[in-house]
């Protein structure tokens, strides 16, 4: 079977600072994995390194079976089927909702207005903001700019989602509405990678969770495995500090 | 000491800050009052209402003021500023391009017409069919004064855009390739019209001031249907021996500059709030 994404021996340096030592990951399709550890361990760069917007200095990057980090591979091509959504959410902030999610079904997969409108606004439906449709993103909330981002990134039909910190710059009342929609996609048997802080989403909707410390993966099983019974000491200490942040 | 409540303590002379700030600004409107009361004294009134400000002559201008001279000011300041607008991008693009020869011609032109006076630009267009025979600029004295202010604001204005380039967030241009755009396709879709944006309120006073500079179309040797404000009072003024066909082309320009250059500070603040 082909992996949805596989990792080979992934390294990326950023001048002297190597920021990750050689990462082996793979995730199938129907997949959800999420990738936890604290700041600096690489996360985010091995996210961005899956779509290729950040070029690994060395390893293989594999999409449905298909090596991204071969040359001649048109990555527009494979974005295409690779759905992002970033932590500060970067819609168009010139763009209403609405044309934020039509823009890209235009003008990439060169699909109609009309058609690219119908689409646009199932997908702004499905994430509960059909009401915003005519709204610029400077007048959405926070969880409101993020669930837009999703159904912009919905709208092309990917495979796959990556997620960069999804919630991480809401405030905390917003965060659920966010996690909702998350959720949902995971039960339509969306393929996901997200990188988060949200323990309880990691244990409730992932099939696998990923402790990332130092640029290595420390360790990779179910939830209730790494969130639940941690076999190295790094993990421990790192979920201690998250689950229990006054101590 | 330390519980001690700050109070006004007595300054040097024992003048309160307050008094002494209160004595520089009688001062200061002492000075006033004596330089006007001298300017009305010794001026020559009689003489300069008949040299600046006679009727006569300020309605003899009219209509050629606003029918030729305030419009060829506005089809030179419009021309050049379609033209500077259009180059400017495309130098700021180069000059922010991957490939080096792009960017180093972009600076080389931008610092030759940043750093050459105006007027020397115009003298070359005048001189240019000497230089290349049977050359001609397109558009006759029209095309040459839009050459000319086209060729300086493009050096201005791509700064302009460059700094409103830079200033749209790198996440922007992430977004729009990870959506799978090529490098210039989100460049047009997603960067620039943000970029243009921006630099609209600095774009605003670029304009004014090429406005200011269309006045060197004075130096291409225009004449009749072809002249601008300046030309325009110049000529006037030599006719009617008397200065106040200027003082009247002055007035027209600053019926156009001050709106837009209060225009330009609204839309900076407007710009402010929304992002």
Not at chain 1, 110 to 136: P, Q, Y
Request: aromatic share 6%; charged share 20%; net charge neutral.
């Amino acid at each position: 079977m082909t992996h949805a994404i596989e990792l080979q021996d992934l390294h990326k340096r950023f001048g002297q600072n190597e920021v990750l030592k050689g990462i082996d990951l793979t995730v199938d399709p129907g997949q959800v994995v999420c990738v936890i550890g604290p700041s600096g361990s690489g996360k985010s760069t091995l996210l961005r390194c899956v779509n290729l917007l950040e070029q690994p200095t060395k390893g293989k990057v594999y999409v449905q079976g298909v090596e991204l980090t071969d040359r001649d591979v048109d990555i527009d091509a494979v974005r295409r089927h690779i759905g992002m959504v970033f932590q500060q959410f970067n819609l168009f902030p010139h763009m209403t909702a609405l044309q934020n999610v039509m823009i890209a079904q235009q003008r990439v997969l060169k699909r109609s207005k009309t058609d690219a409108e119908v689409i646009a606004r199932e997908n702004l439906d499905k994430v509960g903001v059909s009401d915003k449709c005519d709204s610029l993103p400077g007048q959405l909330s926070g969880g409101q700019q993020q669930r837009v981002a999703i159904a912009r990134a919905l709208a092309m039909n990917p495979d796959l989602m990556l997620f960069d910190e999804p919630t991480s710059a809401l405030d905390p009342e917003l965060v659920g509405d966010v996690l909702t929609v998350m959720r949902k996609l995971a039960e339509e048997g969306m393929t996901m990678l997200v990188v988060t802080h949200e323990m309880g989403f990691a244990r409730q909707v992932a099939d696998r969770v990923v402790f990332m410390d130092g640029g290595v993966v420390v360790e990779d099983g179910v939830p209730a495995q790494v969130i639940g019974d941690p076999q190295h000491e790094r993990t421990r200490t790192f979920l201690h500090r998250v689950l229990h942040p006054e101590e | 000491m330390a519980d001690q409540p700050k109070t006004a303590e007595p300054a040097r002379g024992g003048l309160s800050p307050r008094k002494r700030q209160q004595i520089s600004r009688g001062i200061q409107y002492v000075v006033l009052v004596v330089a006007l009361v001298a300017v009305a004294l010794f001026a020559d009134w009689g003489s300069l209402a008949q040299n600046f400000a006679k009727l006569d002559v300020a309605r003899e201008s009219l209509p050629e003021l606003f029918t030729v001279a305030l419009r060829n000011t506005i089809i030179y300041a419009v021309g050049g500023f379609v033209f500077s607008f259009v180059l400017g991008l495309l130098l700021a693009l180069m000059r922010l391009s991957q490939v080096g020869p792009y960017r180093w011609i972009a600076i080389i032109y931008i610092e030759i017409f940043r750093g050459l006076p105006a007027l020397l630009i115009f003298l070359m267009i005048v001189f240019m069919p000497l230089a290349l025979s049977g050359f001609e600029v397109p558009g006759g004295t029209y095309g040459q004064g839009i050459l000319g202010l086209g060729l300086i604001g493009a050096a201005y204005q791509a700064e302009v855009f460059r700094a409103g380039l830079q200033a749209v967030p790198k996440g922007q241009t992430e977004a729009a390739r990870s959506l799978g755009m090529s490098a210039t396709r989100a460049q047009i879709t997603v960067v620039i019209p943000q970029a243009i944006r921006m630099v609209i309120p600095p774009t605003t006073n670029q304009f004014v001031a090429l406005l200011k500079d269309s006045s060197l179309v004075f130096f291409l040797g225009v004449s009749g249907q072809y002249v601008e404000l300046a030309k325009f009072g110049n000529d006037q003024a030599s006719q009617h021996a008397n200065a106040t066909p200027i003082l009247v082309a002055g007035i027209t320009y600053l019926i156009v500059t001050i709106p837009l250059g209060y225009l330009a500070s609204r839309l900076e603040g407007r710009k402010g709030r929304t992002r």
